[in-house]
């Protein structure tokens, strides 16, 4: 049990170390090392937490590592809430930790190099990594990929209505520019009505 809650500490402290542009792009890192690497849970309950830590208070890549922790901890004690409430913050103190450690260093180096060429250039650089981690993180739950072959998720892409919901999000977001609580908010009324 102990060298589970140290791999959980360790796994959430490297995400939370390399884990440039926030909780969105966080979301393939989790999903590639708790799903794939570790299978700790499965894709259908990742995406159910990844759900749920969009529509609740707080960042998402936080809240995904809080829920994270709690399914591998209480997962450990046949269902124990005690040990489900020790993985959640373990996860999310490890999660976090990284970012207390780096913004002492960061911002002395910032007050002294800001106005460089080379801090402008680094910066420009990491905005394309990070749109691209967040597009990683969409493909890999819509898609299932096993041995050269790409299938769409069933247990998320269930039928055309979760396709025409996607769409219809991804328009009123870029074209109508619709504000994105408004949009949570409206996908989980249409979800619960028609599932």
Same mark, same amino acid.
């Given at each position: 049990m102990t060298a589970v809650f140290l791999q959980l500490f360790w796994t959430f402290f490297v995400i939370g170390l390399f884990g440039f542009g926030g909780g969105g792009a966080m979301i393939s890192l989790i999903q590639s090392r708790v799903v794939t690497d570790l299978g700790w849970i499965s894709q259908t309950v990742f995406t159910d937490i990844v759900a749920i830590s969009q529509t609740t208070p707080?960042?998402? =890549? +936080?809240?995904?590592?809080?829920?994270? =922790?709690? !399914? *591998? =901890?209480?997962?450990?004690g046949g269902g124990s809430v005690a040990l489900g409430i020790a993985g959640s913050a373990l996860a999310t103190f490890a999660l976090v930790l990284p970012s207390f450690i780096i913004f002492w260093g960061i911002i002395t180096?910032?007050?002294?190099?800001?106005?460089?060429?080379? @801090?402008?250039g680094v910066m420009t650089g990491l905005r394309p990594v990070v749109a691209g981690l967040i597009a990683a993180a969409a493909v890999l739950m819509m898609f299932r990929f096993d041995c050269g072959s790409i299938s769409i998720l069933a247990e998320n892409f269930s039928d055309w209505?979760?396709?025409?919901?996607?769409? !219809?999000? *991804?328009?009123?977001?870029? +074209? @109508?520019?619709a504000n994105p609580i408004l949009l949570i908010v409206a996908g989980a009324i249409i979800g619960l009505i028609i599932y």
């Open positions: 707080g960042p998402i =890549g +936080i809240n995904c590592a809080t829920y994270v =922790g709690y !399914a *591998v =901890g209480s997962g450990l180096l910032y007050r002294k190099y800001r106005q460089t060429r080379l @801090f402008e209505t979760s396709w025409a919901i996607l769409a !219809a999000t *991804v328009a009123a977001s870029y +074209i @109508f520019k």
